[in-house]
């Protein structure tokens, strides 16, 4: 426990000592690079494992986008007025977790069942799903 408050209070030392790190340039380029990733894992991989595995890497990329821009916005919130501003962000974030998860339970509950039937998780094998 005490380990976890010492790794709190550094991230928390280091982040003030480092403003322009967590800047939206670099979460967006970040999120970029992210959903690249897995969009390549997705297209180029033959494992559906793997590409159920880039699927959520593409949904968390665009996740951290939207609460860059989130926390963008509630930085401005003081401008315009708006004690709401940057919140719509992180709901969206929320309903892409929830998005994800249920992706998950149900795509590995038929990568399970085609395991089951044909002993493979190819993608080159999935062309016909009859049988």
């Avoid at 426990?1 to 030392?13: G, H, P, V, Y």
């Amino acid at each position: 426990m005490d380990l976890l408050i010492a790794m709190q209070d550094f991230i928390l030392a280091v982040g003030t000592e480092m403003p322009g790190v967590f800047n939206l340039r670099n979460c967006l380029v970040l999120g970029g690079i992210l959903f690249s990733i897995g969009a390549w894992g997705v297209i180029a991989r033959r494992n559906i494992l793997i590409v159920l595995i880039s699927l959520e890497l593409m949904l968390n990329a665009v996740n951290l986008v939207l609460a860059s821009f989130a926390r963008a916005h509630a930085n401005l919130a003081h401008q315009t007025m708006n004690p709401n501003a940057g919140q719509t962000g992180q709901i969206f974030a929320l309903f892409i977790i929830a998005v994800a998860a249920a992706e998950a339970a149900v795509g590995l509950a038929i990568v399970i069942t085609y395991f089951r039937n044909r002993e493979t998780v190819d993608t080159r094998d999935m062309t016909l799903m009859k049988q």
